[in-house]
Each structure stands twice: as C-alpha cells, then as structure tokens.
T-cell receptor
Framework: SQQGEEDPQALSIQEGENATMNCSYK?????LQWYRQNSGRGLVHLIL?????REKHSGRLRVTLDTSKKSSSLLITASRAADTASYFC????????????FGEGTQLTVNP | DAGVIQSPRHEVTEMGQEVTLRCKPI?????LFWYRQTMMRGLELLIY????????DSGMPEDRFSAKMPNASFSTLKIQPSEPRDSAVYFC???????????FGSGTRLTVV
C-alpha cells in the first residue's frame, strides 16, 4: 500500500495560474520529497523537505510540511504548459530504512 | 554524466519467456533501486541494493523475479517465466544518499502477451 496519498488525483489549470497539490502520509517520516514524471519518462527529483522544516522554496516551487497533520503541499506558481506532468510525493521514515515510498500522484495539466 | 541508463526501453515477449532488464547506475551512487509502475498499483519498490548488496527484497512479487548487482556499475532484474500480469514499466533508480533524492532511468516498458 502507498504511504502517501496525493490530492487531487487530477488538476487542470490555465497557464499563469498557481497549482497546489497535497500529500498525506501515515507514519512518522524523516524526509518528504516531491518528484515530477513527464509522460513516458522516469521520475525527476524536485525538492526535499526534512521533518524539522516547515517550508522550502526552489524557483517557482514552494513546499510546506505539517508533521502534526502528516501532510505536505506543493505549490507551483505562474504555471507553464511545460509543467504538465504527474507529481508524486515520497517519504522515508524510521521504519522504511533507505527506501522511499511513493504516493499515487497528481496529474497536472496546464492549458496554454 | 549520462544519468541512469536502462535497457531495453521496450520489451514485448510471450508468456513463459525469460525477460532480463538491465540498469547502469550513476557512477559513485551507492544505492540502486528497482521499481515497478502500473496504473492499478502505482510505484512499487521491488528491491534495493547498497554497495552491491541486496538490502530489502520484500517487494519482489514471487520467486519468478530475481535481481543481481554483480558490480557497482550494473544490475539486472530477471523474470522467469514471465506472465501477462508482469506487464508494467520497470524503473531503475540510483542515489548517492536516499535523503538527497533518487535519479531515475527512463524505464523499460514490458508487455507480456
């Protein structure tokens, strides 16, 4: 079973709008990561946030983490058509060793 | 660096045949992971290696699946005999340290007919 669950499953927006995707998880974590997957390609690492961090920025990406609610959000500002992809959260925790457990993903479509 | 290299990109085989998927991790990465992705089950970890040693193979579906890492620059995932339900995209990923993120290959799309 998946540790993370993304919400929504699919999101369609217009270019220039902001996109927010959420991830919830069940067990205590050390780190939470976000990945992007373009159609037919492998996953690409976007950003990592540690369990003792609350917010992190990278370019147009903003990630927040609320360990009390076991949830994270990924905000993409000023979206572009090239941002169209599936986005996954992944967690590693005390019981998972070095492996990441991935959520089911959010399919983001940015319309030109 | 060329990234994580997987071969073949596509494989179509008949039920009962042996299938071998190959992966070359990024040089210097001590961790190598094999994942399977399907619409129904999402991304599933099959097995991972640290310094060429299998650490956790609890995700390997059954005895038909086996994985090896004979050296730091090469790993294989073998399915024998293959079944239609093995059809999926198989990803290899490597990492210097898991807390720093994985680098994924482009995947092998396996179709068993």
């Amino acid at each position: 079973s998946q540790q993370g669950e993304e919400d929504p499953q699919a999101l369609s927006i217009q270019e220039g709008e902001n996109a927010t995707m959420n991830c919830s998880y069940k067990t205590s974590i050390n780190n939470l990561q976000w990945y992007r997957q373009n159609s037919g390609r492998g996953l690409v690492h976007l950003i990592l946030i540690r369990s003792n961090e609350r917010e992190k920025h990278s370019g147009r990406l903003r990630v927040t983490l609320d360990t009390s609610k076991k949830s994270s959000s990924l905000l993409i500002t000023a979206s572009r058509a090239a941002d169209t992809a599936s986005y996954f959260c992944a967690t590693d925790g005390e019981t998972s060793g070095s492996r990441l457990t991935f959520g089911e993903g959010t399919q983001l479509t940015v319309n030109p | 660096d060329a990234g994580v290299i997987q071969s073949p990109r596509h494989e179509v085989t008949e039920m009962g045949q042996e299938v071998t998927l190959r992966c070359k991790p990024i040089s210097g990465h001590d961790y190598l992971f094999w994942y399977r992705q399907t619409m129904m089950r999402g991304l599933e970890l099959l097995i991972y290696f640290n310094n060429n040693v299998p650490i956790d193979d609890s995700g390997m579906p059954e005895d038909r699946f086996s994985a090896k890492m004979p050296n730091a620059s090469f790993s294989t995932l073998k399915i024998q005999p293959s079944e239609p339900r093995d059809s999926a995209v198989y990803f290899c990923a490597s990492s210097l340290s898991p807390v720093r993120g994985y680098t994924f290959g482009s995947g092998t799309r396996l179709t068993v007919v």
